[in-house]
């Protein structure tokens, strides 16, 4: 198990995992999943019910470290990083069987008799990189899927969540097979060096910057990708929306996590009609939620580091909106309150960028084809919600936009229905996960067509091509 711990010191000195250590440590697992031991479902099965157990049992020491990462309620820490990926692997654990299985396929006359079958296999040593927003979920569920996959796996958890990393790179030795399943703690030069490898496929969590690095890396050895970005995820609340509960699940997707979830409702766009009656439901969820002052909250998280807060203060620079609630910032403390703004100008600073914080600019609209427009127009999202009352607006809006993935009248459940792929388009990424997605991305699906030793040669398709062969091929091809 490799299991390196940077100190900033031992950084500057020389990389405390070199690419000579990456090196030997893909060698090693290269080693260890040709012997063939990562294939049968049994030790699949073992590393799935090993991975649950950790979570499970060791909920107390990953709760604490989520809480000091991230302020986190220790509630919403359990929820949103620990039994939703139990809830993953236990979908894996279920339906593994049958996802690993062959699949029968049919087989055209003229190479009757014979047996076409899609079988998966694993794809090898995999890559799974993980960011610090939900440091446990976003590491574990894809480390999930490549086991459940049979594959070795070597996984980097995000060095912005230090306590969190150090955690999982403790536990995973703890609980999984050392000899295919490796945990490389670090930051940039440490990834740097894992990227120079040639991987079987890379699954990476994170800005589309760095995704564009991992792309380019990946592209020398021609491993495949997948690439899980963020982006500015829209909320689109019509006239004939349920205003309450329009307000209560972007408030949800909004503050949990003080705003630093990938399908957060980046901004909303209100009809104007009804700005006025949603902005009074979004400000009473968040006095309901919060109370009135969000600051002594125990279920309100904070930033996770003073350069994130200083990103968000200098967002909010006073330009192009007004403050419906909220507005204060506190960069040592890591605070930013819930804050709504209004009347938000589209050239303003916050809707330049991906937000990431729980600021919500709330922009009005006259008439759905603007919203639409700009939607299409602009970077895919990763996700597209929608609160409505008629069916045919949700027909009008899933037909004209494109998105990773899009929630009607609810926000972010959609990535907790596992028979649901999860993953962007576009500027949001390429590829998906979670559920048999999970499984199919780190598998190969292999076509195997068997044919009886037995056969008959019969040489249609060979030289010299006579007259009745041309015809009978022409009448069975
Ligand atoms: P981050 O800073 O933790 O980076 C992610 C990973 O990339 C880390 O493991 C880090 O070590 C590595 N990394 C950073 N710089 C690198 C470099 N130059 N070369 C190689 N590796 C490098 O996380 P982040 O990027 O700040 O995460 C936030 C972004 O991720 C947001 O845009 C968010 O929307 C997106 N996100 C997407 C999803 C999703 O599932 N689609 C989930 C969470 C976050």
Redesign the pocket.
């Known amino acids: 198990m490799s299991q390196v711990d940077v100190s900033p010191d031992e950084e500057q000195a020389a990389p405390a995992f070199s690419p000579t250590d990456a090196a030997v440590l893909v060698e090693r697992l290269r080693s260890a999943y040709a012997t063939g031991r990562t294939r049968p479902l049994a030790w699949r099965q073992q590393q799935l019910a090993a991975l649950r157990r950790m979570l499970v049992e060791r909920e107390g020491e990953l709760v604490v470290a989520l809480g000091e990462d991230l302020g986190r309620a220790p509630f919403e820490a359990w929820a949103a990083d620990l039994r939703a990926t139990v809830r993953e692997i236990e979908d894996l654990q279920r339906h593994l069987p049958r996802w690993a299985g062959p699949e029968r396929q049919k087989v055209p006359l003229l190479f009757r008799p014979g047996r076409a079958e899609v079988i998966p296999e694993p794809l090898g040593v995999v890559l799974v990189?993980?960011?610090?927003?939900?440091?446990v979920q976003?590491l574990v569920s894809p480390v999930a899927a490549a086991l459940a996959a049979g594959n070795a796996v070597v996984c980097?958890?995000?060095?912005?969540?230090p306590a969190t990393s150090a955690v999982l790179a403790r536990l995973i030795p703890e609980y999984l097979d050392t000899s295919a399943v490796a945990v490389v703690e670090?930051?940039?030069p440490?990834?740097?060096a894992?990227?120079d490898q040639r991987w079987d496929h890379i699954l990476?969590?994170?800005?589309?910057?760095?995704?564009r690095?991992?792309a380019a890396?990946a592209a020398k050895h021609l491993t495949p990708v997948t690439?899980?970005?963020?982006?500015k995820s829209p909320a689109i609340v019509t006239r004939d929306a349920n205003i309450k509960l329009a307000a209560s699940r972007v408030a949800f997707s909004k503050f949990l996590n003080a705003g630093?979830?990938?399908?957060?409702s980046d901004h909303v766009y209100v009809h104007r009609d009804v700005e006025e009656e949603f902005l009074d439901a979004l400000t009473a969820e968040i006095a309901q939620r919060y109370g009135s002052d969000p600051r002594s909250s125990k279920d309100f998280g904070r930033m996770?580091n003073p350069g994130?807060t200083e990103r968000l203060q200098n967002l909010l620079d006073g330009v192009g909106y007004d403050v419906v609630c909220g507005g204060e910032v506190d960069v040592e403390k890591r605070y930013v309150a819930p804050t709504v703004l209004r009347n938000v100008s589209r050239d303003s600073a916050v809707m330049g960028e991906?937000i990431?914080g729980p600021v919500l600019p709330v922009l009005t609209f006259d008439d759905l084809s603007e919203v639409t427009g700009a939607i299409s127009t602009g970077d895919k999202p990763?996700a597209l919600y929608l609160f409505t009352a008629s069916e045919r607006t949700v027909e009008q809006v899933v037909s004209t936009t494109s998105s990773?993935g899009i929630c009607v009248n609810d926000a972010i459940s959609h990535l907790l229905v596992s028979s649901l792929p999860?993953?962007?388009v576009g500027e949001?990424?390429y590829g998906s996960y979670h559920g048999r997605w999970g499984f199919e991305t780190f598998s190969h699906r292999k076509a195997v067509f068997r044919r009886p030793s037995w056969l008959v040669d019969a040489p249609l398709l060979n030289p010299p091509y006579s007259r009745w062969k041309r015809a009978l091929t022409r009448r069975l091809f």
């Open positions: 990189i993980a960011p610090w927003n939900y440091p976003l980097k958890p995000s060095e912005v969540a670090g930051g940039v440490e990834t740097t894992l990227l990476y969590t994170g800005n589309g910057s760095v995704g690095i991992v890396a690439l899980e970005l963020g982006g630093q979830t990938c399908v957060a996770i994130h991906e990431f990763l990773g999860f993953g962007g949001s990424g």
